[in-house]
C-alpha cells in the first residue's frame, strides 16, 4: 500500500469532469462519493437521491449525512420516492437495514434540500449547461428515466450517461443474473435506452469478479486514516454472499473511474435492450461492435486498487472532521 501511483497515467482528459451523481446510498454508493467528493478531476455540479438500496427517506439521509461527515457543500436533490410503474424492492439484506452496512448513520442531518425535486433540480443544471455535463447513475435508473419523459428537449444536452447495472445475460463468462439497479425500474431503463445518448454501462459483476475487495485490502484501508476506518467500518457486514472468500464489490466506483480514469478499463461498443415482461429488468447484450452503449469489459486490478489506496490516503491532508473514529 506504500506504492506511489499517478493517476494522471489513466486520464485523457486535461481538465474536470462535470457531473450529476444519482445516487442511493447504499455502501456502494457511499464509498463513491467518497472518493468523488475530492478527485481533482471530478466537478459535481448536483447530488440526487433515488429509493433503491433503501428507502428514499434512508438513501436522502445517507447522502446528507456523508457531506456532513467529509464537510463538503453541493446542491442536493430529494428524487423520486418509487419505481415509475412498479412497486419498489430494496437491498437492505446487504446494504443493512439504514443502508451503510456495519456503519450506523445520524438520523438527521440539518443540511436543506432544493426546493425542487431532483427532476427539475436536474433540468435546470443540464439546461443551462454547455453539454457537457454528465449524469452518473449509480442506483435505480427511476430519476433519469422521469426525466427524460418530461424533458425531453434536455436530451441534446446530455454528451453520455453513465450507469451501474445489467447484466450481460446468457454471457458464459458472466453468471446468468438479473441486476438489482435496472431490475427495480426496467421502464426507467427503456426511456433511457430509447432516447439514443451515448451510454457507458458498467455491468454489475464487474465489481465483484473483477475489481473486488479482498478482506486483507479492507483491513489495510483501515489502517491508513479516518476515511479509510470508515469505509471499512461500512464493508464489515457488506460481503459479497455466494462467493468462497470474502470480497467487496466496488460497482458504484467502478462506474465514477470508468468515466474519469478510461485507460484503465477495457471497452467494447455493444447493443442493450431490457425485457419489461418475461423477466423484468434481465438485459439482453448484443456484442455487435456498433452500438451506442460502451460496455465495460474488464479493468486494470492492480492499477484500480492503486488508485484507491491514493485517493484515501490524500484525504490525509483534508478537513476533514470524524470524531466518532
Known sequence: MNKIFDKSNYTDFNKRYKVIIDTDPGVDDAACLIYAFFDEYIDIKLLTSVVGNTSLAKTTRNLLHLMDLFNVNIPVARGAVKAMQRESINAEFIHQKEGLGGYIPAPNSNRSLLEVDAIEAMYQVLINGDGDIIPIVLGPQTNIGMLLSKHPDVIPKIPRIVFMGGSPYGNPDYPNHISFNISSDPEAFKIVLDSKIPLLMVPSDVGRRKAHLSEDFVNGLAELNDAGKLLAKMYSKY?????????????????????????????EKVSVSVDLEDKPGKTIIDFDGKGNVLFIKDVDREAFLNLLIADIKKLNDKNIDLKEF
Open 239 to 267: 460481503w459479497e454472499p455466494d462467493y468462497p472468500d470474502k470480497r467487496i464489490a466496488t460497482n458504484d466506483t467502478l462506474a465514477l473511474f470508468a468515466l474519469v480514469y478510461p485507460k484503465m478499463f477495457t471497452f
